[in-house]
């Protein structure tokens, strides 16, 4: 995992949500053994409070759970994953409509231009 910290959000909050991301992408699949707090914030070059808070936040979730000596597991439940990826597509969506709408885009013409974005690129092909 590529780790991005940016100044627009606590560090923790980041952490989270890219590790949400993992776990929503399949990067950490349903069931699996995360790496340790250590290991993690090593990687991402936070210090391991960090880290923690940001374990402690996606265990609140019920996306990750902790086993008393064996460390901390991605979710077997299916649709809470689905349910977070789904409000991560959101968030998305709504960040790329408000940026649009700054640059004046009206609905229908950010449609026409995702449309024609899909169709040319080929990205709606899975």
Do not use: C
Not at 40 to 58: I, K, Y
Request: hydrophobic share 40%.
């Amino acid at each position: 995992m590529e780790w991005r910290i940016e100044s627009d959000a606590p560090i923790y909050s980041q952490l989270a949500k890219q590790i949400r991301i993992g776990i929503v992408s399949g990067e950490y699949e349903p069931g699996a053994k995360l790496p340790s707090v250590r290991d993690l914030a090593l990687a991402a070059g936070v210090n391991p409070n960090t880290m923690q808070r940001a374990m402690t936040q996606l265990e609140r979730e019920g996306l990750v759970f902790p086993q008393r000596t064996a460390g901390r597991f991605v979710t077997d439940d299916a649709q809470l994953i689905a349910q977070a990826r789904q409000t991560l597509a959101r968030e998305q969506a709504e960040a790329f409509l408000t940026a649009m709408n700054s640059l004046g885009y009206r609905h229908e013409e950010i449609l026409s231009l995702v449309t024609a974005m899909v169709e040319e690129d080929g990205h709606g092909s899975t």
